[in-house]
Nanobody
Framework: QVQVRESGGGLVQTGGSLRLSCAVS??????TAWYRQRPGNPREWVAS???????NYADSVKGRFTISRDSAKNTGYLQMNSRKPEGTAVYYC??????????????WGQGTQVTVSS
């Protein structure tokens, strides 16, 4: 069964750190991305990593967030440091499912709430 599930959200103080996890089941983790949706705003891209490990970040999080994955655990991560109050949002993981090396489907998790207190 294909499933993507985020965890690790919660309450963090301004300046603090938090690590989100993205557990993938039903296919091997490869390219992943993190998005967030702040209250009253559309979902926005935060960071992504290709299957080869190349990473990209939104300017607003560059230097503070790190995207990574552990293939042995079939899990992706988003390490978030130096949190800011505007980072309060629901964070979503997207994992690309492939077949024979070709993109098949983007799979989304249900999201995990992160609240940054000022």
């Amino acid at each position: 069964q294909v499933q993507v599930r985020e965890s690790g959200g919660g309450l963090v103080q301004t300046g603090g750190s938090l690590r989100l996890s993205c557990a993938v089941s039903g296919f091997n983790i490869g390219a992943t991305a993190w998005y967030r949706q702040r209250p009253g705003n559309p979902r926005e891209w935060v960071a992504s990593a290709t299957s080869g490990g190349a990473t990209n970040y939104a300017d607003s999080v560059k230097g503070r967030f790190t995207i990574s994955r552990d293939s042995a655990k079939n899990t992706g991560y988003l390490q978030m440091n130096s949190r800011k109050p505007e980072g309060t949002a629901v964070y979503y993981c997207k994992a690309l499912q492939t077949r024979l090396g070709r993109p098949l489907k983007d799979n989304w998790g249900q999201g995990t709430q992160v609240t940054v207190s000022s």
